[in-house]
């Protein structure tokens, strides 16, 4: 074991000094996030093709959109539920186990979305999986700052989250190979999501490891310990918002997490159905006659490109990020953080025409959009003391996600409010872009929840 201290260290990379098992945590962390955000991003890849089979009355693609969003709502109130329960279940029980289970829940009711014969069970199993993703990040977070030493929590934090677009371009190169596949007549093209959420079943082997050999971070143990003696509550929401340090800052925290929540659930991540509009409509200009399966694998192969580039750039926007929060503080970096990422939303919906000269505006859009949650991995644990760290994380992370809700459904009518009686395919592609322009602004949210929260930069976590 490595005897150097934080001192000792000091000037040196922030890897510098970890041992052997705080890599192992900072791995089955980092894999737990990677995974869940995989099985997010397959079910945004994918949501349009399994609505389009499992509502076979209909084939009008506003219709097939609308209902996109109902799941996506569904599956952010099924978030905000599980953050709630198990981020509290995890600062009373451990982080550990409580991570194990929420890993095989959202793993297992990703496999079983394959199995849905209408889109009834399918919400369902979003609701489930939505629970199980929502505990994972107040978990995974609460884990590595408990368990690795202060010097190296900042950059490992924002690494986590950023490991988080490798899950998302693994679901991009997967809607690429189903594409190939569909245009290759090796599959059928309309049954090709179920191969996506069935290879989301996979991170469930995950939890064997989990259980194996993680442990409880040494700090929360000896302060489950004292707070026995002393009576202090762990995981406890009168707690959280009973005592007015911790409710300020979880109240702060939940609008700041709003924001961004809001503007990539409710905005960003439906970049997939402009693809898929702007594709159909440019194949169909060239020619009227085009099979509906032969423009159904151009969609997949795009949006899976599309995915890649928007999470490679939101890779590097999460490791800038952090290095922000690190140079100028937390409140700076965010100020700057909520501005960018309308302007670039904005530039994406308005100028993105399908061609190869404009897929760019992705990579801008996911790096400004997503930057902003490595910032909340990085901060949200610095404003809550041991004993309500996993519970105040996922409650500001979480749920906001009941208020994020609302905005696919927003977003939905708001498009159908603009949308005349009669319009053509062009004028609904256009509402659609005048909608998610419109919802842009809601990043701006962010900055007022920065007037009521304190800067941590360079501050121990509270105990």
């Known amino acids: 074991m490595d005897s150097r201290t934080d001192t000792d260290l000091e000037g040196q990379a922030w890897w510098k000094g970890l041992t052997s098992y705080h890599w192992f945590v ?4 980092s894999m737990a996030w990677v995974f869940d955000c995989l099985d997010q ?51 009373r029980i451990g982080r550990a186990r409580t991570l194990a289970i929420t890993v095989l829940m959202y793993s297992l009711c990703t496999g ?76 059928d ?59 300020t800052s979880a109240i702060g925290g939940l609008l700041l997490c709003i924001a961004g929540v809001v503007g ?9 159905e402009l693809i898929n509009g702007v594709i159909e409509l440019q194949m169909k200009k060239e020619n009227p006659n085009v099979e509906p399966a032969v423009i159904k694998s151009a969609q997949s192969t795009f949006r899976g490109i599309n995915g890649i580039i928007q999470n490679t ?65 990085v901060y949200l644990p610095e404003l809550f003391p041991t004993r309500l760290r996993s519970t105040g994380t996922s409650f500001c992370y979480n749920v906001g996600r009941y208020v994020a809700a609302t ?8 498009q159908k409010g603009l949308i005349p009686q009669g319009a053509s395919a062009e004028v609904k592609l256009q509402a659609f872009r005048d909608a998610c322009t419109y919802m842009s602004v809601f990043f701006l949210v962010g900055l007022i929840a920065l007037a009521f929260l304190p800067e941590t930069k360079d501050r121990p976590l509270p105990e």
Not at 235 to 242: F, K, M, P
Request: net charge positive; hydrophobic share 55%.
């Open 313 to 377: 750039g939101a890779f590097f926007g999460m490791l800038a990020f952090t290095y922000l929060c690190q140079r100028i503080g937390r409140k700076k970096a965010f100020a700057i953080g909520f501005v960018a990422a309308m302007g670039a939303t904005i530039l994406f919906f308005r100028t993105f025409n399908g061609q190869w000269s404009t897929i760019w505006l992705s990579g801008v859009m996911g790096f400004f959009q997503l930057a902003l949650f490595a910032g909340f991995a």
């Open 407 to 414: 905005g696919p459904i927003t977003l939905g009518e708001l």
């Open 112 to 187: 079983l979305s394959a199995f849905s014969t209408g889109w009834v069970d399918f919400f369902i199993y979003r609701f489930i999986t939505g629970m199980g993703v929502g505990g994972v990040f107040g978990l995974a977070v609460a884990l590595v700052a408990d368990s690795l030493p202060e010097r190296s929590r900042t950059p490992a934090l924002g690494l986590l989250q950023a490991l988080s677009a490798i899950g998302n371009i693994t679901a991009g190169l997967m809607s690429i190979v189903v594409g190939k596949l569909g245009a290759a007549g090796k599959i």
């Open 26 to 29: 900072f791995a089955m962390a």
């Open 41 to 91: 991003q397959v079910f945004i890849l994918a949501r349009q093709d399994a609505l389009k089979s499992l509502l076979p009355s209909t084939t009008e693609s506003s219709i097939v959109t609308q209902y996109a969003a109902y799941s996506t709502s569904v599956f952010m109130i099924g978030w905000a539920t599980g953050g709630l329960i198990f981020g509290a279940i995890g600062d």
């Open 264 to 272: 990539v659930w409710g905005i960003g991540f439906f970049a997939p």
């Open 189 to 247: 093209p309309s049954s090709g999501w179920k191969i996506m959420f069935l290879f989301g079943a996979l991170p469930a082997f995950l939890c064997v490891f989990i259980q194996w050999r993680l442990k409880e971070p040494e700090k929360w143990v000896k302060a489950r310990q004292e707070g026995k003696l002393t009576g202090v509550k762990f995981g406890s929401y009168s707690e959280l918002l009973g005592d007015a340090k911790w409710r």
